[in-house]
């Protein structure tokens, strides 16, 4: 279970004998969850007067979730306290932020940022983060499609009092979004009393909200489509609506003190960088400021272009390449939006390069920053595959400051693919030595399903049955193999061979090849399974059932991975002089590392090294499955 769970009354027990900290501690680090001396200090301050305020207001039996995951996600929420409605008679929750605030104001004039005394940067209008979380459980638990079902919401600023937090009380309140002071204490119980019935236990509601169906989320372009032409709304939770907000708050800034603004925003793989540029980008439109989004992503973008801009020229053409700017007018566009930013490269010159734009060709980040009013890059450090590719935090600001260009970054820390499991995430990076820390043991964590073959045709096998129940699968390999063009007759070679099972690389170019999809639409198209995608065509994408075959390239001995450059077949790390060892080392752990965080629901893999294959058998002892109910 991913919630702390225990009654009002047994709540304010533990708080008066000083051991809820520890309580919540130990079944946090049970659930793979770590934790720092800020929340076990957050806990025994906040929750003791939640407790007491329950107490108070004569919810003993009302059931309390504490620090409740969100489904899919990686983020949790304070509390959420179950019951039933005293007028209804349904199921009634009210989700708490708590915060320990005492002094805040609005964050240079925004109405959705908010500047908090001692804290360090914007944070988000808790009435903005509350709404989102009750708007998100509305959106993903199918208990919760039963209207009778009722949530509300509330952030609880227990050591404020109304003058110090004036501003941010002049946001309206919604049933999602109420805020309640410590002077408000009496109409908080009041509020608490009229959605929760004191006389009637919560137990069978909380029941029910933990053991809810979860909605698949959303596929990114199918969203994208209907942001971009039907106008709806994504939920943003937390660091994604700090930096989507930022961005709206810096085009803003831009044109009213006309001075340029760069937003550099960091996350891993599933942290939702896309949704954000995707949702800014819908948003701009709305407010009819001119906004580009660009990647140096061919099968990215293209995929964007099918869907997003499908049956509309306009819309396609929102959808740029990196190299796009190399003659853009400076401040040209209010906004360009840079997703999978990791992927640009050191200039925009390649053979197609006219000569005369190649005299005097600047750095590709001096003209994305050149080209907009307000540029913006998403990017994950980790995901830098390739040679040439030089896209991280510490370059952008560099070339940045250097321009005398105020820069915001914000790092999303939470994960929306791979059930929303830090933990498979840890030891994705733990296996591939790209966190400083030995491989460790994946034991499960309920959220994410990892398992190894001892086959390719057991791998295959198992995502068949995936895609063949109406959940889209993908096979992915390291480039360790030939690729070849296709055959005369128009059908592919299978070129990735383990002893007696071959298949064929996804196809080379845009031009679907017989049945198999162009390589821009390897991941999306449903005949995209049955080939082997590489790390070019899986960047960027995501599907529910993830296969990846570790190639020689990547191998164990003596109790870790180690890379063999010369079984690395692509022809961009064939140089020495180039390309150097500890790069192509580098890049080959990216590269895996990108491979095996596509699933959102699970990953199987397999080596094709026997030794690497009984290393991995070792790390991977599986005590608890996956356990979230998909309908």
Same mark, same amino acid.
């Given at each position: ?15 008066? $004998? ?20 800020? $929340? ?6 906040? *929750? ?37 409605? #005293? ?7 009210? +989700? ?25 940067? &914007?944070? *988000? ?75 009637? #236990? ?13 909605? #698949? ?28 907000? *930022? +961005? ?29 540029? =995707? ?37 396609? /053409? ?12 400076? %401040? ?17 010159? /390649? ?35 390739? #040679? ?8 952008? !600001? ?5 321009? /005398? ?19 498979? $995430?840890?030891?994705? =990076?733990?296996?591939?030595? *790209? ?5 460790? !043991? ?61 298949? &064929?690389? /996804? ?12 390589? &821009? ?5 449903? %005949? ?6 590489? +790390? ?47 790069? +192509? ?47």
């Amino acid at each position: 279970m991913s919630a702390f769970r225990v009654s009002a009354a047994a709540l304010l027990r533990l708080a008066t $004998e000083g051991t809820l900290a520890d309580r919540i501690a130990e079944h946090l680090w049970a659930n793979k969850h770590g934790v720092n001396p800020a $929340e076990r200090r957050s806990w025994s301050r906040s *929750l003791s007067i939640l407790a007491q305020d329950l107490a108070d207001a004569g919810l003993d039996d009302v059931e309390v979730l504490v620090e409740y995951q969100l489904p899919l996600t990686s983020r949790r929420i304070d509390v959420v306290l179950a019951g039933v409605h #005293p007028r209804t008679g349904a199921d009634s929750f009210i +989700v708490v932020e708590l915060k320990q605030w005492s002094y805040a104001t609005r964050y240079e004039g925004s109405d959705t940022l908010v500047d908090v005394e001692h804290a360090a940067g &914007p944070r *988000l209008h808790p009435g903005i983060q509350v709404a989102e979380y009750c708007q998100y459980l509305v959106d993903f638990l199918g208990l919760l499609s039963d209207t009778r079902s009722t949530v509300q919401g509330v952030a609880y600023l227990h050591n404020a009092v109304d003058r110090d937090i004036a501003e941010l009380l002049e946001r309206p309140a919604t049933e999602h979004s109420r805020i309640f002071t410590k002077q408000r204490r009496s109409a908080f119980l009041d509020y608490l009393r009229a959605g929760l019935d004191g006389r009637k #236990p919560g137990a069978g509601a909380a029941d029910r909200f933990l053991s809810s169906s979860v909605r #698949p989320s959303r596929h990114l372009l199918t969203y994208a489509a209907s942001e971009l032409k039907e106008r709806s709304h994504f939920t943003l939770l937390d660091e994604q609506r700090i930096a989507y907000e *930022l +961005v709206l708050h810096a085009v803003e800034r831009a044109r009213s003190s006309d001075r340029k603004r760069v937003v550099v925003v960091s996350g891993g793989p599933g942290s939702g960088k896309s949704v954000i540029a =995707l949702s800014l980008l819908g948003e701009l439109a709305r407010q009819g400021r001119s906004a580009l989004h660009a990647t140096g992503s061919r099968s990215f973008t293209q995929t964007l272009r099918r869907y997003a801009g499908k049956g509309s020229a306009r819309l396609k /053409n929102l959808f740029l390449y990196f190299n796009s700017f190399m003659t853009a007018e400076r %401040n040209g566009i209010d906004v360009l939006i840079c997703d999978e930013a990791h992927r640009i490269r050191e200039t925009s010159v /390649n053979r197609f390069t006219r000569a005369q734009q190649r005299q005097g060709a600047r750095a590709q980040i001096e003209e994305l920053l050149a080209a907009a009013r307000v540029p913006v890059f998403l990017l994950d450090e980790h995901q830098v595959v390739k #040679p040439g590719e030089l896209g991280n935090v510490e370059v952008i !600001t560099a070339f940045a400051k250097r321009l /005398n260009l105020e820069v915001e970054t914000v790092s999303l820390h939470d994960q929306f693919r791979c059930g929303g499991s830090e933990g498979y $995430e840890q030891w994705v =990076l733990d296996l591939l030595g *790209l966190s400083g820390e030995r491989p460790s !043991t994946w034991e499960g964590d309920g959220r994410f399903d990892l398992r190894i073959a001892d086959s390719p045709e057991d791998l295959e096998a198992f995502l068949s049955k995936k895609q063949a129940a109406g959940e889209t699968a993908r096979m992915t390999a390291g480039y360790c193999w030939p690729w070849s063009d296709p055959r005369p007759d128009d059908t592919l070679v299978p070129d990735v061979r383990i002893g007696g099972w071959s298949r &064929p690389w /996804n196809v080379k170019s845009d031009r679907s090849v017989g049945e198999a999809p162009g390589s &821009p639409f390897w991941a999306t198209d449903p %005949n995209g399974f049955g080939q082997v995608g590489c +790390v070019y065509t899986a960047q960027g994408f995501e599907y529910e059932w993830s296969g990846v075959i570790i190639g020689p390239d990547l191998v164990a001995r003596d109790g870790r991975l180690v890379t063999r450059r010369d079984e690395f077949k692509d022809p961009a790390f064939r140089s020495r002089k180039t390309v150097s060892d500890d790069e +192509v080392d580098r890049l080959i752990r990216n590269t895996y590392k990108v491979l095996l965080t596509r699933g959102m629901r699970g990953t199987i893999v397999y080596s094709a090294d026997e030794e690497t294959r009984d290393f991995l058998r070792g790390l991977v002892r599986v005590s608890r499955g996956l356990e979230t109910v998909y309908r």
